[in-house]
């Protein structure tokens, strides 16, 4: 009787297995399932809407690569903009996928530009082209590879820059179609000069706000004092940084202000935003201890916002990364001609703003972890930092024109952090006496481990660092091969 109920009780664990299996196996079916089922819709939205009476085929095709593009966009690119929030828990993981995708969406259509640069960043001289045909089976070749590339990035979980990946597939499907003499070499060699700008400027800003968190608030005696004087300041930096960075960049399509518009915009917004801080902030750090859990909690909201922020901001000027060169094919196919920039049709807005809100939600969360939580330990004033870094680059390289990437800023940003953390731990003298015995303060690491230990611990994932940066560093050679590729391919099929 018991050889039976052991046996019963092994084939009864069995099925336990099995079904887990199953379960696991048709978690990750479902997704693709959605996925599939969005780019039919697309099809179907580009073959009524297309107004194409010979091509509808070619509408549905071109509209599905778009699709597919926007996912990939939607997985990898949106990681940056929420990662840190919820890596440093003020945000969970479902919070942060709705939050990103309303305001992916939104600024998608409300501020993604009504206009679009057909060629991505003017790389190449579409007059060379000649031939409207060569130009489509162009686009969708770069369309094609700038999404694969994407894509096998988010399978390794590398956060690599979409608009570089969609340089890579213009250029190779352009000298593919035509030659070299089609490149555009001095906007080539400033799009390459950003792989070390960004991440580098990302880094720096990132890492000055947080030695201005550390130095003023965290090692002070009092902390809640501390944080009263300089919050409403970080906040309202915030605030005016976001204000300059949405009239820059993120109202294209609704308002486009001139300098001293926006400067004053600016200011305005800083100091409204900083007089509202002060008691907000004075109230809010009412009976708090003098440690840093209260300091956290401080930053928590204002984290969000930003966070919210940058997905808007995302959305209204990566969305052209996605429908850029499905807007070309579709007016090449139109028209019969060429054109440096298109109007972009309302269904196509509606591929790429809900693509990437969908490619978000059913597999972004993989970057949104590495980001926020698998490069260095995040909370919610590094997030921060992280954050406001990302505006206020995004900011200093439109103004000096550079092609920055919003990717490699942010996680640049990450990086700088985690790394001034390391010099911060390794160098400050004013850390060591707040965490000495005789404070009477020392932190939960710090009881732990020595001081020598902590002196000397790596904060950074090396092998997170130099598998990014080897993505960063192929993206555009890797896109514009596999594009080449793709072109000469489509050209033996038609």
Known sequence: MASIKQSLDKDLEKLVHVEAATRQAASGIVPHGIALVFLVLSAILASLYAGLTSDTVLAAVAAILGGYMALNIGANDVANNVGPAVGSRALTLVGALVIAAVFECAGALLAGGDVVNTISKGIIDPAKVGDSTVFVWAMMAALISSAVWVNLATVIGAPVSTTHAVVGGVLGAGVAAVGFDLVNWDTMTAIAASWIISPLLGAMIAAVFLAIIKINIIYRPDKIAAARTWVPFLVATMVGAFACYLAIKGFKRIWRPELEVVIAVSLASFAASWLVMRPVIRWQSRDMENRNQSLRALFRIPLICAAALLSFAHGANDLANAVGPLAAII?????????????????????????????????????????????????????????????ITVIIASWLGLPVSSTHIAVGAVFGVGFFREFYTKHSKRRREMVSPRHGVKGEESRRLGPEELRHRKLVRRSHLFTIVAAWVITVPAAALLAALIFHGLSLIR
């Open 331 to 391: 007016h090449s196919a139109q028209m019969g001609d060429i054109a440096a920039s298109v109007a972009v049709p309302t269904w196509i807005l509606l591929i790429g703003a809900f693509g990437i809100s969908l490619g978000l939600f059913l597999y972004g969360p993989k970057l949104i972890r590495m980001v926020g939580a698998q490069i260095t330990k995040m909370n919610p004033m590094r997030a921060y930092c992280v954050a406001l870094s990302a505006a």
